[in-house]
């Protein structure tokens, strides 16, 4: 009997942790700072996501909770952010009018863990003037999980608006208003 009792459990243990969660969702808040010249925001992922795309082996597995500003895994998550979360956007190099396009490239200024298994990534970008066309790029998870969504909602000026991102349509354009 206790044989019996101690092979359901690891079974349904086995279960349990195997589908932790049948969805994936990152979520990004992103405002252009006219003032500043510059995107600021925070991307969300679920911790163990993260760690699991960043090393399949499993080696950063419960080490984010653990970071601080000198860990080498930061760098990680930084480069990791600039591959798969990007604003491509038209920009004034030399004049007062669009004449160029211009690829955001974020810092990572901090992270913070939260309990509920996520963590908060604190990113800004250098951006000049802001022109059209503005497209977003957030494809980040889905090399590991093709069932991840993510869901952007940026802010410029008065406009505000959110845009979800799947597999198949990791691109979306957003029209700056004057």
């Known amino acids: 009997m206790l044989r019996t009792t101690l092979s359901f459990l690891m079974v349904f243990a086995f279960c349990v942790t195997s589908f932790a969660h049948e969805f994936y969702f990152a979520y990004a808040e992103l405002t252009y700072n006219e003032l500043q010249q510059r995107f600021e925001g925070t991307i969300i992922f679920t911790t163990h996501d993260l760690e699991r795309t960043l090393e399949p082996k499993g080696t950063l597995i419960g ?33 007062n009018a669009v004449d160029a396009f211009c690829q ?49 909602t940026f802010t410029y000026r008065n406009q505000k608006e959110t845009l979800s991102f799947l597999l198949f349509d990791t691109q979306k354009y957003f029209t700056l208003k004057p």
Do not use: R, W
């Not at 601080?68 to 190099?93: M, P, R, V």
């Not at 604190?122 to 991840?148: C, H, I, R, T, W």
């Open 63 to 95: 080490k984010f909770e653990k970071l601080d500003e000198t860990s080498a895994e930061l760098k990680l998550i930084e480069h990791y952010i600039n591959e798969h979360f990007q604003i491509n956007y038209g920009c004034a190099l030399d004049s």
């Open 104 to 152: 955001s490239k974020f810092t990572l200024e901090g992270i913070v863990t939260q309990l509920n298994g996520t963590i908060e990534c604190y990113v800004s970008s250098s951006a000049g003037a802001l022109y059209n066309p503005v497209q977003f790029k957030f494809d980040a998870l889905m090399e590991q999980f093709p069932s991840q969504q993510n869901k952007l």
